[in-house]
């Protein structure tokens, strides 16, 4: 998957001085990425039906870079002219994603019951360096290391009440 931006981004902070940071970027991306799903939907019976899907995910190989260029001024006063350029590397853990559930009726009981898992994480791998008109030109490496983890459940149970449900 390729993807290209171009955006434009206006920051403000207000203090005793008023900082304005004006940045044009552009990206440049290539992911490749590995994607499948499993799963079945079973019914037992008239009462009770279940059901679960698989799906793992990896992205390959993700290749980018990045062209900034920002002015920044205080309180409406040139400041500094900054261009930067940016390659980044990322290095993904394999994804999981599951999902299941129950739908049934035991004795008087209606059961509807679904849990899903969730699963990532990836090493960001970003090497900038940044160029100034005004001050000291840097080079800044940085590693940034991401895990992702959710587990969520839902259990209803409704049980018939006079002439409604009590769910």
Do not use: C
């Amino acid at each position: 998957m390729k993807y290209i931006q171009d955006y434009t981004v206006i920051l403000k902070k207000r203090g005793t001085q008023e900082w304005t940071h004006n940045m044009n970027s552009f990206n440049d991306n290539l992911s490749k990425i590995l994607e499948g799903n499993i799963g079945f939907n079973y019914q037992i019976n008239d009462k009770h039906t279940l059901g679960m899907k698989y799906q793992p995910n990896k992205q390959l190989s993700s290749d980018g870079s990045r062209e900034t260029y920002t002015h920044v001024t205080t309180d409406n006063q040139l400041y500094d002219e900054i261009y930067s350029t940016a390659n980044n590397y990322t290095d993904d853990d394999w994804g999981h994603e599951i999902n299941a559930y129950y739908n049934g009726i035991v004795g008087t009981a209606n059961i509807d019951f679904n849990i899903d898992y969730f699963q990532n994480g990836n090493r960001e791998y970003s090497n900038v360096k940044e160029l100034s008109e005004k001050y000291e030109d840097r080079n800044v490496h940085s590693i940034g290391d991401v895990k992702n983890r959710l587990v969520a459940g839902k259990l209803i149970v409704s049980l018939p009440l006079g002439k409604g449900t009590l769910p």
